[in-house]
């Protein structure tokens, strides 16, 4: 539990360093990757643009795979329940 709190927060404080960079520069983007001389940095800018497209995407996997969590819970907790009121009788 402990994990997960600092996770978040520094999740959260990483997208609060982000926005404050791209406050700073307006223009920098993925125009930025193309225009640098150095092969090595245009490199990195692009394992990193990869990097959040795949966060991104498993961002969106896990909302779905916890909506559907919740969904198969509801299920066994309401089967329980059948099988308890079936047992008390």
Known sequence: MKSTIAVLITAALGLV????GAQENPGAG????AEHPDEIVKMHQQVAAANREYNREVAAAKKVYDHK???AKKKRDAAISVAHHGAGE
């Open 17 to 20: 360093s982000l926005g404050v």
């Open 69 to 71: 969590k919740a969904e």
């Open 30 to 33: 993925t125009s930025a990757t």
